[in-house]
């Protein structure tokens, strides 16, 4: 039985290169005109890794010193990283090669590679770091896998281009993954990987972030320059908030007070009182923010990925960049 449970998710992983490589268009490094950004920290908050689609290079920084810590080449695409809840590793998915790299944290040694195909973009990893969630813009699958055996469980088709935006529910029950082409979010139940609704209303549908209560998700809109409200109960949009213009980020502060909109076109942080549903400042001094900004634990500053892979480190109670980590 054993066996057969290995063989079969052998297949699974297999089964994602295939969906991928059967789409119109497919070679490698097929999405490189799809362009964004990704920053992670661990969960202790001292280090932080970045990626830009346009960059070959993963770097690392120290964040209290502001340092490099070290450079991870060879990538062609790389998309999402996601830390494991204990910080010892990180997740690295490369659209172009199809490869999902799991680093070590505190050597930048190589510990394991998940074959999730072509096409491999957003990545989220359940609250235990059991199972990692791995969307497919070019095959439109989202793909389950046990980290343990670094095996997929399961390939789930039924999307329509999905990047970067996937997040689970602070349940753990519900995966929230976005579809560029359809501009819609598809909910999928995690106790049997299937998609069970869905929710429109977008205009060029970039980064998601969902409250601690699960009661409301916040969306990038980058075709209506605005962050959408979700009230996931009801599975609908019930209102949006002008930010700046070509927003890509939906970052939540850890306490749930505010929401951060990364605007590429302006180069500038749009920030929303989650209360008042109001922009109450504006950070400037960025070069091209997307998706990429994530929080101090002390929750005082804010991190935010320039197109240099250089990290703007923001002060939350001025709303102003204090200083930069450079590459």
Do not use: C, W
């Amino acid at each position: 039985m054993t066996h057969i449970r290995t063989s079969l998710r052998t297949l699974l992983a297999g089964a994602a290169l295939l969906l991928a490589q059967a789409q119109p268009g497919f070679a490698a490094g097929f999405d490189g005109a799809i362009k964004n950004n990704a920053l992670a920290l661990n969960a202790a908050g001292t280090v932080a890794a970045v990626s830009n689609s346009e960059e070959s290079a993963v770097v690392v920084y120290d964040v209290a010193k502001g340092t490099v810590l070290r450079r991870l080449d060879g990538f062609v695409t790389p998309r999402n990283i996601v830390f494991a809840p204990d910080g010892a590793r990180f997740y690295v998915s490369d659209s172009g090669t199809g490869r999902i790299t799991v680093y070590e944290t505190a050597t930048g040694k190589e510990a394991g590679v998940l074959a999730a195909g072509p096409g491999s973009f957003g990545t989220v990893l359940s609250a235990d770091g059991g199972k990692l969630y791995v969307n497919n813009e070019a095959a439109s699958t989202l793909t389950v896998f046990d980290t343990r055996t670094m095996l997929a469980e399961a390939v789930i088709p039924g999307f329509a281009q999905p990047r970067q935006g996937v997040k689970l529910s602070p349940d753990g029950k519900t995966v929230f993954v976005t579809n560029f082409l359809g501009d819609k979010i598809t909910l999928v139940d995690t106790a049997t990987n299937k998609i069970t609704g869905e929710i429109a209303g977008f205009d060029k549908l970039r980064a998601i972030s969902i409250t601690k209560d699960g009661k409301t998700l916040f969306a990038a809109n980058s075709g209506r320059n605005t962050i959408g409200v979700v009230d996931v109960a009801a599975r609908k949009v019930t209102s949006e908030v002008a930010v700046g213009k070509d927003p890509y980020g939906a970052a939540l502060t850890p306490d749930g007070r505010f929401v951060y909109s990364g605007n590429l076109k302006d180069n500038s942080l749009s920030v929303i009182d989650t209360g008042t549903l109001k922009v109450v400042a504006t950070v400037t001094g960025l070069n091209e923010p997307r998706q990429a900004i994530a929080f101090s634990t002390n929750n005082a500053h804010a991190y935010v990925l320039n197109r240099d892979l250089s990290v703007a480190v923001v002060d939350r109670a001025k709303n102003a960049v204090i200083s930069t980590m450079k590459p």
